[in-house]
């Protein structure tokens, strides 16, 4: 995904495959949260920062969760360097990508019957 069409506060998801020959996909929800927001992390390259969808609205979410351990193994910052952005989507890419899923080599050997 190119980088300028980022926006703050949006939904995006990180896709790969999680078999070496199967297409099964593995797919992250991720928000965007900024550009290279730490100058310690500074380098030749920009980074984009995510955050889990349940971090970025734990406040919304503690109102409905009585359990507060829902939140004690949330991962904090996914940070991406400008040359690995391929792999992060906005929805109307990751319809696309999976929608080629039933294309792909041995999809018959890893998914129910679909028609």
Do not use: C
Request: proline share 3%; charged share 25%; net charge negative.
């Amino acid at each position: 995904m190119q980088s300028e069409n980022f926006e703050i506060g949006k939904v995006y998801f990180e896709g790969s495959f999680l078999h070496p020959r199967y297409p099964i996909p593995e797919i992250e929800t991720w928000i965007y949260v900024g550009q290279n927001l730490f100058e310690d992390e500074a380098d030749d390259e920009n980074t984009y920062f995510f955050i889990n969808p349940q971090k970025y609205y734990e406040a919304d979410l503690k109102a409905a969760i009585a359990d507060d351990s829902f939140f004690e193994d949330i991962d904090g910052y996914y940070v991406v360097k400008e040359s690995d952005l391929e792999g992060i989507m906005d929805v109307e890419a990751l319809l696309a990508w999976l929608a080629q899923l039933k294309q792909a080599a041995h999809s018959e050997k890893v998914f129910a019957s679909y028609g």
